[in-house]
Nanobody, 114 residues
Framework: AEFVESGGGSVQPGGSLRLSCAAT????????MAWYRQAPGKQREFVAG????????NYADSVKGRFSISRDDAKSMAYLQMDWLKPEDTAVYFC????????WGPGTQVTVSP
């Protein structure tokens, strides 16, 4: 499996970003996809997931109501729409399957600051 994340950047609190993930090397449409993040000095944590087939979603409590995960199986792409960003959302964001594969992409940096 391979993952390439994009779409990160620097925004002010309250701003929005849309992250994209291109996945290859496995049957994308059959796997639950998820976004994870790792802030400086902290462990990587789960952010949001979307189940294959029924597209049911779930979120970490810290992002519920602000983030939205989606997927396009025809393109093997996953997305994370992030609204109302807070400084504590600052992290490198990664996509992977859930449970995770051993391969991780480079991630995309999200920085939220005044």
């Amino acid at each position: 499996a391979e993952f390439v994340e994009s779409g990160g950047g620097s925004v002010q609190p309250g701003g929005s970003l849309r992250l994209s993930c291109a996945a290859t090397g496995f049957p994308f449409e059959l796997r639950t996809m998820a976004w994870y993040r790792q802030a400086p000095g902290k462990q990587r944590e789960f952010v949001a997931g979307i189940i294959s087939g029924n597209f049911k979603t779930n979120y970490a409590d810290s992002v519920k109501g602000r983030f939205s995960i989606s997927r396009d199986d025809a393109k093997s792409m996953a997305y994370l729409q992030m609204d109302w960003l807070k400084p504590e959302d600052t992290a490198v964001y990664f996509c992977n399957t859930r449970p995770t594969s051993r391969a991780w992409g480079p991630g995309t940096q999200v920085t939220v600051s005044p």
